[in-house]
């Protein structure tokens, strides 16, 4: 089932108004699937241990601990299935398909219970105004293969950026992670420092947990499919707590604005897409927009930072 138009394109066009059905119907699923690896993995800070990663074909949440087995569940984008597979060489999968939240939700409960992996979740989606419970859900059920395969492209020239940026840290670093909760794929740098409690207040999300994942000083950067008043595909980068003068702080490219609202540096997807050189375009955003989070929250950046010579020294390992 392989999508030749979309897999063209390196960084394919993503407008958010052409799918928006399909990315809210892929966003519940893979709340489902993420809830799944949150139940059955032991509590990381920033609730790392629940996130998605982006693959060769798709997201995966890698291993899932089940007693002394373990499993995982990909997404495949190409062929367009969830495959499910377990360490005692067992595996099944469902199709990729125009189908409601509940029947999705359904139909990978039986696979999971055919294969002796059956996992309770709270089956209520969270940071989604009016959340309906998976199980009840038979509103959401679009599906278009062209632009999942489109949107999982983006994610993959995101990831391969992202690493690539966060490659000249060397403090306390996430890795580059799918947050299905946004959704947004995401790498956040800290700065070793606590930071004041999160007022939290993130619609049908535990203060709790935001608190958690705010407890330090972070500058954060990443990718979302758009919605709301950002009606469109963009990259985005906010420092917490924000220092002053970080919203008036000079950013490139100049396609880049400070949202008020969000609080956070934008910048559109298309200004990236369309740029020559598309990854020098989106590395001068984040690094631009983490310099003036740290030159103005006074971080130590020498001690943060990876030197020339050390990363002169890792290429020739």
């Not at 799918?19 to 709340?31: A, E, G, K, R, S």
């Not at 469902?94 to 509940?102: E, Y």
């Not at 999971?112 to 199980?135: A, Q």
């Amino acid at each position: 089932m392989l999508n030749s138009t979309a897999l063209r394109e390196d960084w394919p066009s993503l407008p958010l108004d052409e799918w928006i059905d399909t990315c809210t119907t892929l966003h519940l699923w893979t709340q489902i699937v993420g809830k799944i690896r949150l139940t059955q993995t032991p509590w990381i800070n920033h609730t790392w241990h629940g996130t998605l990663y982006v693959t060769s074909r798709g997201l995966t949440t890698t291993t899932i601990p089940h007693g002394t087995r373990v499993f995982q569940i990909d997404f495949d984008f190409i062929d367009h299935r969830v495959v499910i597979q377990s360490s005692d060489g067992q595996v099944a999968s469902l199709p990729l398909q125009p189908q409601s939240v509940a029947k999705f939700y359904r139909r990978l409960n039986e696979e999971l219970g055919r294969l002796g992996l059956r996992v309770k979740i709270h089956p209520k989606p969270n940071e989604v105004p009016d959340p309906v419970r998976f199980d009840e859900d038979e509103i959401h059920r679009a599906y278009d293969p062209e632009y999942a395969t489109r949107y999982w492209r983006v994610l993959t020239q995101a990831d391969r950026v992202f690493k690539r940026f966060r490659s000249g840290f060397i403090g306390k670093c996430s890795p580059v992670h799918y947050f299905w909760g946004a959704p947004d794929l995401a790498v956040t740098r800290f700065s070793g420092r606590r930071a004041p409690e999160h007022p939290g207040g993130i619609p049908n999300l535990p203060d709790r947990i935001t608190r958690d994942a705010y407890s330090h000083e972070v500058s954060s950067c990443g990718f979302w499919p758009g919605g709301g008043s950002v009606a469109y595909p963009a990259f985005y980068s906010y420092a917490y707590p924000e220092p002053a003068g970080f919203a008036n702080a000079a950013v490139k490219p100049d396609a880049a604005f400070y949202s008020s609202e969000f609080r956070e540096f934008i910048l559109p997807y298309d200004y990236v897409r369309e740029a020559n050189s598309s990854d020098n375009v989106l590395l001068e955003f984040l690094q631009t927009t983490y310099e003036n989070a740290a030159n103005l929250a006074k971080w130590d950046r020498d001690s943060l930072e990876a030197t020339a010579e050390s990363k002169e020294t890792e290429n020739h390992a």
